[in-house]
Each structure stands twice: as structure tokens, then as C-alpha cells.
């Protein structure tokens, strides 16, 4: 399912170097164990891209994640404390933007999924013009069997209800964690869960009319080492999960969510004085049901109250959309200049490199 496209942005370096510019990031929390294979299986020879660059965002390990992942080659950005998910997945993003990363790839540090399959998650993106893929665990002809039908069952209720906020969606899998996105995409989201950010970024993209699209991909269904620190408790996942879907839509969509409230309130308010209405048809009398009058009453102040409160939240939505425009035009400024610092620094040391190999 693809909603409006959304222009990607051009390479920074321009016709210096050939090819876009792939930054692959990786949220870890004590992740010695896998680490260092999952970089250096990362392919580093993609057909359209020029430079593959690995980031790790250490979300407060106390193991040696941080020391094995710059051991193979990657940049380590610590946080000094376990922040979450969410926190660490804005860290990436705004270091993969400064290093002048045209195409981002989000993928988990645990071995879950397979770094061979970048080239196909980001080729939408490359070829097709799609602002953000995602990696289906459900498509296709790939089983996840080993799931335990609980987290099955979770995953396609959190698929209708996303699909449903989006207006009518087909994604068959909203929760994976294996995600790439434009430079244009990543300038223009704005999250603001820290437990989780997989659900609220479709409904964040789908307000902003971004191109969406999703691979079907093999994925291990079970973690060789750790578990989840996600979805390690069903219940626990869902309350937070739903929080955040409720709080994006009443961001996003302020008229419907408010507006459905008004609505709801309006029915209820209506049937009771209609239900009290029809026995003092047929009694000539309320009682045993006067207090239904008092109830309804309050249901109908209420739905004017919430009537009123759907068209100034749609005011302030429209402020916000102003404000997030000047905010991606903010970013892109910061960013690029911060990127356009980044490859001077990369060509000049290449430069020297070469000097140094064709004097020796």
C-alpha cells in the first residue's frame, strides 16, 4: 500500500562521487553477543549506492556493544542511560542525516534479520521513488510459524487498527523494525515515543501524504540471544503501544478524533431520552427511568462540549502543520550544512589517502 509520493532529495556530493549514500543504524542495548557479525555482514557493494556507512546508537549498554562495533568499523553514538527505543531510533536518525545519508536503514542489532537483504528493503526507494519501506515478516511465502500465536495474534490487530488510522491501508505487518527511509522522509517525521516508534511513524508518514511501501522479507522469528526489550511483555506492550496510537491520532487527525467523541456522546445522549421517551408513551410516566433524563442531558452537554473542542483542536492542528513545515525546513538546513562538512572531511581524507598510496 503507497499513499502520495513525496519527492526524495538529491544526493548531497552531487557528480563527486557516484551513487547515493547508505547509512545503515542500529539501536543496541547490550548486544555483545551479535554485534560485531550482524556489521560485518552488512554489504558494502550495493548496486545505486556509493558508501555504506554503519552507526550504533548504544542505548546504555553495560556489556562491550559499544567496543565491538567500533572493532568492525562502526560509528558509536552512547546514550549514558537506557532511553528506549523510540529515543534511540532519533538519535540514528539525526546522526545518519548529518553524515549525508540520502538512503537510512533501521535494523536491529540482535541477528534478526539478515543484512544480505538491505538491497532489496531500500530498492523501492532507489528505483521506484518511495519515501519508507518496511520489511513484512508476512508476506510472501515466508512463515512465522515460531511465533507464539499470542504475538501473532497482536500483530494483526495492531495492523487493523494502524491500517484503519491511515485510512484504509493494507500493510501486513506494522510493528517490524527493519525500515529504510529517504533523506526527504527522515527530514519530515516527527515522533515523539520513547517505549516504541513502529506504529506511530505510519500514522506520522501517512499526515504528511509520504510514499509508503512494504517488502516481504525472511525473518527470524525467534531471538538466539536476549529477548525483546519491546514486545518482551504482550501486555505491557499493548497498554504503551495504545497509548501512543491514541495520542498520533489525536495529533494528526484532531477533527475526526474529537469529532467521534461528540458523536458518540450525541448517540448516547439521543437514546436515552428516546428510550425514556417511548415509556412515557406507553406508561404515561418516567419513573422507574428519570435519572436516564438527568444522564442524557449531561451526554448532550458533553457532546457539544466535545464538538466545540474538535473544531479548536483542528485550529491548533493546522498551527502545528505550519510549525512542522518550518521545522523540516529548519532540519534541512541544519543537516545538510552538518552533512556538507561531513563529506569534505570524508573526500579530503580520501584525497590524502591516495596522495599517501601513489607516494609510497
Same mark, same amino acid.
Given at each position: @500500500?503507497?499513499?502520495?509520493?513525496a519527492n526524495n532529495s538529491p544526493s548531497l556530493r552531487g557528480d563527486v562521487l557516484p551513487g547515493k549514500r547508505l547509512v545503515? /543504524? ?9 554485534? !560485531? ?29 559499544? &567496543? ?16 528506549? $527505543? ?22 536491529? *542489532? ?9 538491497? =532489496? ?35 494483526? @490487530? /495492531?495492523?487493523?487498527?494502524?491500517? !484503519? ?9 506494522? *510493528? ?7 533523506? &526527504? ?14 506504529? &506511530? ?9 509520504? !510514499? ?6 525472511? $525473518? ?17 506492550? !499493548? ?9 498520533? @491520532? ?12 461528540a458523536i458518540l456522546l450525541l448517540l448516547v445522549g439521543i437514546g436515552l431520552f428516546g428510550f425514556v421517551a417511548v415509556w ?22 458533553? =457532546? ?5 473542542? =474538535? ?45 599517501? *598510496?601513489?607516494?609510497?
Open positions: @500500500m503507497a499513499t502520495t509520493s545503515v /543504524m542500529m539501536p543496541a542495548l547490550n548486544e555483545e553477543a551479535t554485534i !560485531a557479525e550482524v556489521i560485518e555482514a552488512i554489504p558494502r557493494q550495493i548496486e545505486g549506492v556509493g558508501s555504506v556507512k554503519v552507526v550504533v546508537i548504544d542505548d546504555g549498554s553495560t556489556d562491550r556493544t559499544a &567496543e565491538l562495533a567500533e572493532s568492525v568499523g562502526a560509528k558509536v553514538v552512547r546514550h549514558t542511560v537506557n532511553r528506549g $527505543v523510540g529515543a534511540a531510533l532519533a538519535t540514528g536518525l539525526g546522526c545518519a542525516l548529518g553524515l549525508g545519508a540520502d538512503v537510512i536503514v533501521n535494523m536491529d *542489532s540482535d541477528g534478526q534479520f539478515n543484512p544480505a537483504d538491505i538491497p =532489496a528493503l531500500i530498492r523501492p526507494i532507489l528505483d521506484e521513488g518511495y519515501g519508507f519501506v518496511t520489511c513484512t515478516r508476512f508476506g510472501g511465502t515466508h512463515s512465522m510459524d515460531e511465533m507464539p500465536p499470542a504475538k501473532r495474534w497482536g500483530n494483526r @490487530m /495492531m495492523c487493523r487498527i494502524v491500517n !484503519a488510522m491511515i485510512g484504509g491501508g493494507n500493510f501486513t505487518d506494522v *510493528s517490524c523494525g527493519f525500515r529504510a527511509y529517504s533523506r &526527504e522522509t527522515a527530514l519530515r517525521l516527527v515522533l515523539f515515543g520513547k517505549f516504541t516508534y513502529t506504529q &506511530e511513524m505510519f500514522i506520522d508518514l501517512a499526515s504528511k501524504n509520504v !510514499a509508503m511501501t512494504e517488502v516481504a522479507l525472511p $525473518v527470524r522469528a525467534v531471538r538466539e540471544h536476549g529477548e525483546s526489550r519491546v514486545a518482551n511483555s504482550l501486555v505491557r506492550y !499493548a497498554r504503551r503501544a495504545s497509548l501512543i496510537l491514541v495520542r498520533s @491520532m489525536r495529533d494528526t487527525r484532531p477533527l475526526t478524533f474529537f469529532g467521534l467523541v412515557w408513551v406507553y406508561t404515561g410516566r418516567t419513573s422507574p427511568w428519570t435519572s436516564l433524563l438527568t444522564l442524557g442531558t449531561s451526554c448532550l452537554v458533553a =457532546a457539544i462540549s466535545s464538538g466545540v473542542m =474538535a473544531l479548536l483542536a483542528d485550529q491548533i492542528g493546522r498551527g502545528r502543520r505550519i510549525q512542522e513545515q518550518t521545522l523540516y525546513f529548519q532540519r534541512r538546513q541544519y543537516y545538510n550544512e552538518m552533512a556538507r562538512e561531513a563529506v569534505a572531511e570524508e573526500l579530503a581524507m580520501d584525497a590524502s589517502a591516495s596522495k599517501f *598510496s601513489s607516494l609510497g
